[in-house]
């Protein structure tokens, strides 16, 4: 059995209209956001062992300020440029080639494609995730390279009151 976390990144916006869109960064909002959830997951005792992120600037802050409220080490975010660049198939790729010492991990990404894998991991229609908002997935699995369409099943849904 492997755990699953997915977690679309915090409320970001466009402080500068010259911006890459891979530059942007979390608003204050985003930030408020990012803190809410990381302690509502730290009140479930919930502790991924790997943290997985795209490297756009709000997917990787979000992902700092989760491993902050949950101590972990900032330098332990594996980083994955495929989250940012790619569809489904692509994070398909990234959880099924986890290393198996690992039963929990927490991918960070973007919308619409983290909503997308949601669906295709559980089999299941999953409605847009909202800014921050984290989906836990059970996976019954004992190996990472086991995962595929409806493999798991959404255990919860979390998400912030306001988007």
């Known amino acids: 059995m492997k755990t699953l976390y997915l977690v679309r990144h915090a409320k970001a916006g466009w402080h500068d209209p010259a911006m890459a869109d891979f530059d942007r ?3 204050k909002h985003g930030h408020k956001q990012a ?3 990381s302690h509502r997951l730290h009140k479930k ?3 991924p062992e790997l943290l997985i ?5 709000r997917a990787i802050e979000t992902a700092e300020l989760f491993a902050d409220t949950l101590g972990i080490e900032r330098d332990q975010i594996m980083q994955k440029i495929e989250i940012y660049e790619g569809q489904v198939g692509a994070l398909a790729a990234i959880v099924q080639e986890l290393p198996d010492e690992y039963k929990t991990a927490m991918l960070f990404g973007h919308n619409p494609t983290i909503s997308g894998f949601a669906s295709w991991i559980t089999d299941k229609s999953v409605e847009a995730m909202k800014t921050c908002g984290v989906s836990k997935i059970d996976l019954d699995v004992p190996h990472w390279n086991e995962v595929a369409v409806g493999s798991g099943t959404l255990d919860w849904y979390e998400f912030p009151e306001k988007e």
Do not use: R
């Open 25 to 27: 960064m979390l608003t």
């Open 35 to 37: 803190e809410e959830i």
């Open 53 to 57: 992120s795209s490297p756009a600037s």
């Open 45 to 47: 005792k919930v502790m």
